[in-house]
């Protein structure tokens, strides 16, 4: 897919690896100036490197306010604008696959902190920014699980199902300031976490990507560049009479079925 972004300034969240970095690649390849924002700055400083000059990096916690406001305020004053933030950081548990009766306090606040908080803090300060200018595009990372339930990730679940709502609130708000707010909800994706689970020798992994795919009418996982793709849609000047949508990038699991255990 290729769209014009030129002179456009982007923020990405999550950036280091994964989904983000496919994002923000697909963005700078495009022509867009790209922040590579993340905990990980080392990591995002070499994704930010390979695009030349298209790309700069940023440590930033999205849950963290103070480092929120400061690197917002950081790019607008060295790139002068920002038109296009990815909210796309995000963070589950592998450890606590538990039902609510079990599930911990801390890693509720913790995956919550990160997964919503960290999502409304970036949007808050970016939009800030993009209502004075008068223009503007969001794009939300939810997943398939903030559409359809699932047991054994309470938090995370509903962390992705109030970004979709969010993306709705924040589209009918900003909607007057020329702001498009959208959501892409992956399904499973391979990234460096998930292909030790889909390329795993070890049976129970085996098992679980079986049971994982059954609900997948595609029977395969996607790729990062398929779901970059989507958000690069959403970012294109073309798409300008799109607002509030989740669009799932899924293979077809939520047109087919709704349960899941993994
Ligand atoms: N991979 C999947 O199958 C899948 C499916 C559905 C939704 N998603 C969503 O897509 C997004 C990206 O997922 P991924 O699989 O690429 O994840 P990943 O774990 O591979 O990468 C996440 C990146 O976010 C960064 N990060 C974590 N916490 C952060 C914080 N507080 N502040 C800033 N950066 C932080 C990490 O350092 C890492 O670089 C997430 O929102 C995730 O929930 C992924």
Request: with cysteine.
């Amino acid at each position: 897919m290729k769209v014009d972004l030129t002179n456009q300034v982007a923020l990405v969240t999550g950036a280091a690896r994964g989904i983000g970095r496919a994002i923000a690649d697909q963005l700078a390849t495009n022509g867009a100036r790209v922040v590579y924002a993340d905990l990980d700055f080392a990591t995002a400083k070499t994704a930010a490197a390979a695009q030349a000059i298209s790309g700069s990096a940023l440590a930033m916690d999205v849950s963290s306010e103070t480092q929120v406001e400061a690197g917002v305020a950081q790019i607008i004053q060295e790139q002068g604008r920002l038109d296009i933030l990815v909210n796309n950081a995000g963070i589950n548990t592998m450890k606590h696959r538990v039902n609510i009766d079990q599930f911990p306090l801390e890693e509720w606040q913790r995956i919550l902190s990160v997964d919503l908080t960290g999502l409304f803090l970036v949007s808050r300060a970016a939009s800030r920014h993009m209502v004075e200018r008068k223009s503007g595009r969001i794009v939300n990372i939810s997943s398939v699980l903030g559409v359809v339930p699932a047991r054994l990730q309470c938090a995370f679940t509903t962390a992705k199902a109030g970004v979709v709502q969010l993306t709705r609130t924040m589209a009918i708000e900003l909607a007057p300031s020329n702001i498009l707010v959208n959501c892409v909800a992956p399904g499973s994706t391979l990234t460096e976490g998930t292909k030790q689970l889909f390329y795993s020798t070890e049976a129970i992994m085996q098992e679980r990507a079986k049971r994982m795919l059954s609900h997948v009418p595609l029977n395969r996982p996607g790729t990062v560049e398929e779901i970059a793709h989507a958000v690069l849609f959403f970012a294109a000047p073309e798409s300008s009479y799109i607002t509030g949508q989740t669009l799932c990038v899924d293979g077809g699991w939520t047109a087919g079925g709704f349960l899941r255990d993994f």
